[in-house]
C-alpha cells in the first residue's frame, strides 16, 4: 500500500532542452536591426563625398572646366575624396557583416528547427537517413514522411527559403569574386547581389523563415512555436532571450 501510494504522490519531474532554433532566429533578428541602423552612417558618409563633388564641380566652372587652371585649388578637394570614399566603404563594413550574419542565422535556424521536429517524430532508420539530406531535402521529405503534403517549391515560402540557402552557401564558401572598379559614387560592386548582401534580401530571409515554420507546423498538426508570435520581441529582454524550454515530464504510475 505505502509503495502505490508513494507512485501516486511522488513530485513530476522536470526537464529542460535549449531552443537553439529560436536562439539563432533572434539572433538573425538583431542582426537584421542593426544592419538597419547602419543605414544612417552611410548615408552621412555618402554626403561627405557628394558635397566634395559639388566643390569640385564649382571650382571647375569658374575655370570653365579648365582642370589644369583650377589645379591648385582642386588638388586639396581631390585628397578629401580619397578620404571620404574610403569613408564609405568602411561605412559599409558594419552593414554588410549584420546582413551576412543575418542570412547565416537564418539558414542555421530552419535546419535546427527541422531536425528537431525530425528527432520528435522519426525513428531509427528513417532518422539516421533523414540526417544525410541537405536542409532542402529535409523541409521537402519531412511532410512526406509524416504523411501529409508538403511545400510547393515553385512558390513561396519556399523559393525564399531556397534562395536562403543558396546565400549562405555561398557566404560560408567564398571562392572570391572578383568585378571592375568603379567608384563608390556609381553604387556597390553587382557582385553583392550574388552574396545576398542587400537590407531588403535579409528581411525576405527572416519572413522566409518564419513562413516556413509557420506552415510546417501546419502541415503536421503541431502548434506553432511561442516566439514566432506577433509583439514576441515587445516582451521584457529576460524572456526574449532566455531559450531554456522546461517541461513536466510523465510519470509512469
Request: net charge neutral; glycine share 4%; aromatic share 12%.
Amino acid at each position: 500500500m505505502t509503495s502505490i501510494l508513494q507512485k501516486v504522490i511522488s513530485p513530476p519531474m522536470f526537464s529542460t532542452t535549449l531552443l537553439i532554433d529560436a536562439m539563432y532566429f533572434h539572433a538573425a533578428k538583431r542582426c537584421y536591426k542593426t544592419a538597419k541602423t547602419s543605414l544612417k552612417d552611410i548615408g552621412k558618409a555618402r554626403k561627405v563625398f557628394a558635397d566634395l563633388r559639388e566643390n569640385e564641380k564649382e571650382i571647375l566652372e569658374r575655370y570653365d572646366g579648365d582642370a589644369w587652371k583650377a589645379y591648385d585649388e582642386l588638388e586639396s578637394i581631390y585628397i578629401q575624396m580619397e578620404d571620404a570614399e574610403h569613408n564609405i566603404g568602411a561605412a559599409y563594413g558594419p552593414y554588410f557583416q549584420n546582413i551576412a550574419l543575418t542570412h547565416v542565422l537564418c539558414a542555421a535556424t530552419t535546419e535546427a528547427h527541422i531536425n528537431l521536429i525530425a528527432k520528435e517524430r522519426l525513428e531509427g532508420k528513417f532518422r539516421d537517413n533523414f540526417e544525410r539530406m541537405s536542409v532542402e531535402g529535409k523541409w521537402l521529405f519531412l511532410p512526406k514522411l509524416l504523411g501529409t503534403s508538403t511545400f510547393d517549391q515553385g512558390s513561396e515560402p519556399f523559393q525564399s527559403f531556397s534562395k536562403l540557402i543558396k546565400y549562405r552557401n555561398a557566404l560560408l564558401h567564398y571562392k572570391g569574386i572578383k568585378e571592375s572598379w568603379e567608384s563608390f559614387e556609381h553604387g556597390m560592386p553587382k557582385f553583392l547581389e550574388k552574396l545576398g548582401l542587400s537590407l531588403r534580401k535579409a528581411r525576405k530571409s527572416l519572413l522566409a523563415v518564419r513562413e516556413m515554420i509557420l506552415m510546417l507546423s501546419k502541415m503536421i498538426d503541431n502548434q506553432p512555436p511561442y516566439w514566432l508570435r506577433k509583439g514576441y520581441d515587445e516582451l521584457p529582454e529576460d524572456i526574449v532571450t532566455n531559450f531554456f524550454d522546461v517541461t513536466i515530464e510523465k510519470q509512469h504510475i
